[in-house]
């Protein structure tokens, strides 16, 4: 290596995963979004909204689904679905199967 040699700018790549379908957020300058669930969430402790707020609420029933939990399974019964209608999603969280 020489004086002339560039440095590289190394930075940590810290990723963020969606808290519904477990996809990377996408960071856009003033927070992140989901773009298969359709939400954005801010930087700071604001509560996650829709990245268009005209859409609708989905508001289909999510099937029931088994979550297992330190060697049990735990069954869950959800309600109707809060994410934007436009959403491509799976209605289950990350983690549980609709196996019961």
């Known amino acids: 290596m020489t004086a002339e ?3 590289l700018d190394i930075r940590p790549y810290i990723t963020i ?3 519904h379908c477990g996809v990377d957020l996408a960071f856009t300058g003033d927070g ?3 773009r298969r669930c359709q ?3 801010p930087g700071d402790d604001e509560d996650g909204r829709y990245i268009d707020p005209t859409v609708a609420p989905c508001g289909r029933t999510r099937p029931p689904a088994t979550m297992i939990r330190e060697d049990r399974k735990v069954r869950i019964d959800y309600a ?3 994410l ?3 959403h491509e999603s799976d209605h289950h969280l990350v983690g ?3 196996d019961a």
């Open 84 to 86: 934007p209608i436009t």
């Open 39 to 41: 939400l954005f969430f």
């Open 5 to 7: 040699t560039e440095t």
């Open 32 to 34: 992140y979004e989901c």
């Open 96 to 98: 549980t199967s609709t």
């Open 17 to 19: 995963a969606c808290g």
């Open 80 to 82: 109707p679905c809060d």
